[in-house]
């Protein structure tokens, strides 16, 4: 749990600020966990924006706030971010930059608190590109987004790279069907925005796809999606089904019809 400052008019939590999509990653050497997320002061607006840290000893907190970075290597700071971490423990920040919105990638330091060095932009990621998500399987990189279109949902985006330094190859929308309930599909990513993908453990294979559904004109009523994620030719594939379950992935198993 980290709170806004209620109190502290002047802190970079002070009450009125905006918070959005935490990321936590444990770091090994400090044996702490880093939560990173999406900071705009207060009054600020969304021009200019900062990553803001803080550390936990476990995973449910409590978190004490440590500091913010602008992210990108930018003065206006970046938007949408993935926190990757290779087997080696070395922390990747993947992210839009502002304000010219191109994907660009910086490494971590090893406490995990600052970028080290410059930013360099993602060649084959195209700009705009908003929501990231990377994971790493059977050796390729693999990337999910989305389009940039405000609090309005698009259609998602896919790429893979054999480095994460080198050039990334273009793979269309991986979504596929229709959300039965809200009836969007595909071209809209059934109403949501990708956000994260967990692996689910003690299960080869097995990936969730999870998807933000945004109401900024009452977000108490935002809700999630979560979808199975199919490797095809080794290009994700994200299905719509209306009721699934992780057991699915299991040997002599398989997830239902398509809707």
């Known amino acids: 749990m980290l709170s806004v400052n209620y109190e502290d008019a002047k802190s970079d939590l002070a009450y009125g600020c905006i918070l959005e ?6 770091n090994e050497k400090n044996k702490e966990f880093v939560v990173y997320f999406k900071l705009y002061l207060k009054g600020v607006g969304y021009e200019t924006s900062y990553v803001g840290v803080a550390v936990a000893r476990n995973p449910e907190g409590p978190f004490m706030y440590y500091h913010k970075f602008h992210g990108g290597g930018s003065p206006n700071g970046s938007g949408d971010f993935s926190m990757f971490k290779d087997e080696s423990g070395d922390l990747y920040h993947l992210t839009v930059r502002k304000p010219d919105k191109t994907f660009v990638i910086g490494k971590m330091d090893e406490d995990y608190y600052y970028p080290k060095g410059e930013y360099l932009a993602c060649d084959g990621i195209a700009p705009h590109t908003e929501a ?6 059977d050796g390729k990189y693999h990337l999910l987004g989305s389009g940039s279109s405000g609090w309005k949902p698009n259609a998602a985006r896919s790429y893979t790279t054999d480095r994460l330094s080198g050039k990334w190859t273009y793979h269309g929308n991986p979504c596929k069907g229709i959300n039965s309930f809200d009836h969007i599909g595909a071209d809209s990513t059934f109403g949501g925005q990708s956000t994260c993908i967990l692996q689910v453990q003690g299960i080869k294979n097995a990936y969730i ?5 945004w109401k900024p004109e009452n977000p108490v009523n935002g809700r999630y ?5 199919e490797f095809i ?4 594939s994200v299905s719509w089904y209306d009721s699934w379950s992780p057991d699915d992935f299991k040997p002599g198993r398989h997830l239902p019809d398509k809707n």
């Open 21 to 26: 999509r935490p990321k936590v990653v444990y």
């Open 132 to 137: 990231p998500v990377v994971i790493k399987k």
């Open 209 to 213: 796809a999870m998807f933000d559904i």
């Open 225 to 229: 999606i979560w979808l199975p994620i």
């Open 233 to 236: 030719s080794g290009k994700m």
